[in-house]
Each structure stands twice: as C-alpha cells, then as structure tokens.
C-alpha cells in the first residue's frame, strides 16, 4: 500500500468493474488487498498511505484528461464528494490490522471501493437505510457505539470517513483536485 507500482493496474481494474456494474445490480463491491507490512501501520500512517494512493489513481485520470464523476462534486469539503476514478464515483472505506474500530479491522490494509450509483439506487428502493441500521446495531454491540466519524450520505464529510480514522473537526483533507 506504501508503493506506486500497481497504481495503473488498479485503476484500470476500478475502470472495469464500474463499466460493469449497472446502477441496479446486486450488491457488489471492489476489494483490493495489499501486502502486509511487517509491522501493522498505525492509524495515521495509514490514512496517509490511502490518500496517496487514490491521490496517484486521480492524477492518472487527470494525465489522461477524465474528469471527475458527474455524479459527485469534486471538492473533498463538501458532502456531494465521493472519490472519481475513471469519471466513476466511489466510496472508499479503508480496513486495516492497526485500526482502533474492530469493523475497519483486518488482517492487511485493503481499501473497498462502493460504486456511489450503486448507493443511489439502494436509496431509492430503500434498502439503503435497512443496511445501514444493520451495520449500526454491529457498530452498538462491536465498539458499545457508533463510529462518531460515520455519517448520513449529504450529511457529513464523505472523506473523512475514508480511513476510519476518528479525525479532528478541522481536519482537512489530503487530495488534491487537478483539472
């Protein structure tokens, strides 16, 4: 994960599996797992190899003229943002060994990549919300909470959710867009 090499190969499988999930398809999700490191990142130095990894799939994008979804706005501030790559919009949720929630705990850093039209259509036939109070009541009974960094899609900042880190009310972050 600390390493560019396959940053092309990724996008170009992202690439694919959005051209091929329809908007009203099953339930699915992109998982890419990284090699683990000897020693299980903290929580900050994960967050900061996530964000240069999709830092490097935005800058291939920009380096080949695709803009950012039309779905999704762009500015990491707002609470329209979701990740583009490949003119697709994502949510990113990071998974790690040295996360501090037991659900982003995992046995290697990976990052799951959420087509945000898929989120769209389970909200409009109303299986968003049923998921979303089954992975709340997991929440309550892992941690005796909410993770206080989820929220609501348009609610709160979509990025800032990424890592998983419980990051401070001021923090900003990372990405930088590029036209």
């Not at 339930?27 to 967050?47: D, G, N, T």
């Not at 040295?98 to 389970?122: K, V, W």
């Not at 909470?145 to 800032?160: K, T």
Request: hydrophobic residues 40%.
């Amino acid at each position: 994960m600390f390493c560019p090499a396959d940053d092309a190969a990724l996008r170009e499988a992202l690439m694919e599996f959005a051209d091929a999930t329809p908007p009203g398809a099953a339930i699915s999700s992109f998982a890419c797992l990284f090699k683990p490191s000897r020693a299980p990142p903290s929580e900050a130095q994960f967050e900061r190899a996530l964000w240069t990894r999709l830092q490097a799939l935005h800058d291939l994008d920009a380096a080949d003229g695709i803009g950012w979804a039309e779905d999704a706005s762009p500015d990491p501030a707002s609470t329209q943002f979701s990740m583009s790559i490949g003119g697709a919009a994502f949510f990113v949720i990071g998974l790690h060994p040295g996360a501090s929630r037991a659900a982003r705990r995992f046995s290697r850093p990976a990052m799951i990549f959420n087509s945000h039209t898929q989120f769209e259509a389970l909200r409009a036939d109303g299986r968003y919300d049923a998921m979303q109070k089954i992975i709340r009541q997991r929440e309550l009974r892992r941690n005796n909470g909410i993770n206080p960094m989820l929220a609501d899609f348009g609610r709160g900042r979509e990025a800032a959710q990424y890592s998983g880190r419980a990051v401070e009310a001021n923090w900003q972050c990372p990405l930088k867009i590029k036209p």
